[in-house]
């Protein structure tokens, strides 16, 4: 079982500013993607306060981090950084993985044109 390890995150501010300023952006009304093609395929995640409590932020964190760490293939090669809007606060756990499988899909045929 493939585990998510610390070279699958992005972890540094300067890393995150990059993918934000140079990277392709795409949305739903829950999440927004931030796509930076590079040789490596790393997650990166933004949960501000204005999302829920510690709770339902770091719930959150887990089942986008799980989605990753489980589907990998899925995901284009590049640095993924997913931004948290508030309203993803108030979804299930399923409802969460369908709306970050949405953004992948839109990232990938993007992607190859």
Do not use: W
């Not at 993918?19 to 490596?40: E, I, M, P, S, Y």
């Amino acid at each position: 079982m493939p585990c998510f390890k610390k070279q699958d995150k992005i972890l540094c501010a300067q890393e995150f500013l990059r993918v934000k300023k140079d990277g392709v952006r795409a949305g739903n009304k829950n999440l927004l993607l931030l796509f930076l093609k590079t040789d490596f395929t790393r997650l990166g995640l933004i949960v501000s306060k204005k999302v829920g409590n510690a709770v339902v932020r770091n719930r959150i964190k887990r089942v986008l981090r799980e989605h990753f760490r489980i589907n990998k293939e899925k995901y284009p090669q590049g640095d993924c950084v997913f931004i948290i809007k508030s309203i993803a606060a108030n979804l299930t756990n399923s409802e969460l993985r369908k709306s970050l499988e949405d953004m992948l899909a839109c990232v990938k045929s993007t992607n190859k044109s």
